[in-house]
């Protein structure tokens, strides 16, 4: 018998565990890195060509149209550095910023990283070609191991990314300390750009997240056809709607699946009992005010040096200096 344990087995034991463990709380939830197998990645595709998902077409409007100034600022400590994006996806936002690097012919590595092996394939795959000249190296795994690899790969001055408001899949206690820990794994003129998404109409954040073409359903929903697939799970996707809410006061929008009936559903050996009309809490995006915004920065140890808006005011790149 093989003693041999792959990245790939450690990935799914830790998947079962904390779906378990999340089906068996109270109340009942789920977590939503896990949403992005290769069917989620391209759901999110479609999510972020919907017309009622504004915020990729916000921050694409930064990197598209403010690239010179963006350029400026991740240069003024030196033009030698590494930039780090974490949660990359299809970079098809940074590419802006990258081609005008390898312009100004920049010396500098790009390591994007994904939690998504499919995500980091396809970069390597067809990022060297849309951009000759790029030096590259896709990192997959988890996002501080990552970039602890980054380290010991190179040892330049830092620049990292963490766009796409990939901060406001964590509740704020959670993203104060994933800064924290950014920051102590950051040195002095490190720079570390965010991208949030603003308070804003209530009704246009609720629509993001609830669109009438059903994809952000089908997104939540694919989660359960995953643990299907890949943990032996037996849910039967028509017996759960997607169901998502905004509040203004506190900016969180949550996404949730409510069990339509009465059900046991299987996982592996576990059995889990659902009543009708029970919650499971799928996923947060939340939305921040220009003084959370400041305050996340100073409390983590970080100084914000600029903001970088798109032309509605709906979302911000804020860059924050070691
Ligand atoms: C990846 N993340 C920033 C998206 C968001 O807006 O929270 C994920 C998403 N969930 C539903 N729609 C989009």
Redesign the pocket.
């Known amino acids: 018998m093989s003693t041999v344990t792959t990245a790939a087995a450690t990935t799914n034991k830790l998947f079962l565990e904390e779906t378990i463990a999340g089906l068996k709380a109270e109340p009942k939830h789920m977590h939503?890195k896990y949403f992005y197998d290769e069917a989620g990645d391209y759901i999110?595709q479609q999510?972020m060509n919907m017309e009622e998902?504004y915020?990729t077409d916000a921050e694409m409007d930064i990197l598209a149209n403010q690239t010179s100034a963006l350029v400026e600022v991740v240069s003024a400590a030196g033009t030698a550095f590494d930039l780090i994006e974490l949660g990359a996806g299809d970079a098809t936002k940074s590419i802006h910023l990258l081609r005008a690097l390898i312009n100004q012919q920049f010396d500098f590595k790009y390591f994007p990283i994904d939690i998504s092996e499919h995500v980091i394939s396809s970069l390597e795959q067809s990022l060297p070609a849309q951009l000759p000249g790029l030096t590259m190296q896709g990192l997959n795994g988890d996002y501080f191991e990552m970039l602890q690899t980054a380290s010991e790969i190179s040892s330049r001055r830092k620049v990292v990314l963490f766009m796409?408001?990939?901060i406001?899949?964590m509740n704020p206690a959670e993203a104060r300390g994933f800064c924290a820990q950014l920051r102590d794994q950051l040195s002095k003129d490190d720079l570390l750009i965010v991208g949030f998404?603003l308070k804003k109409n209530p009704q246009q954040i609720l629509s993001?997240?609830s669109d009438g073409g059903g994809i952000?359903r089908s997104?939540n929903l694919n989660l359960l056809s995953r643990i299907n697939r890949e943990l032996e799970g037996n849910f039967d996707v028509q017996n759960f709607e997607h169901y998502a809410t905004y509040d203004p006061e506190t900016g969180a929008c949550k996404?949730y699946l409510i069990s339509l009936t009465n059900q046991t559903v299987k996982i592996g050996n576990e059995q889990i009992r659902f009543e009708e009309n029970e919650y499971i809490f799928m996923?947060i995006?939340q939305k921040y005010a220009l003084t959370d915004i400041e305050n996340l920065a100073r409390t983590t140890g970080f100084e914000p040096v600029h903001n970088f808006y798109d032309k509605n005011k709906y979302f911000v790149d804020s860059v924050w200096k070691c």
């Open positions: 939503s999110f999510i998902y915020l796409g408001a990939n406001g899949n998404d993001a997240y952000t997104f996404s996923e995006s």
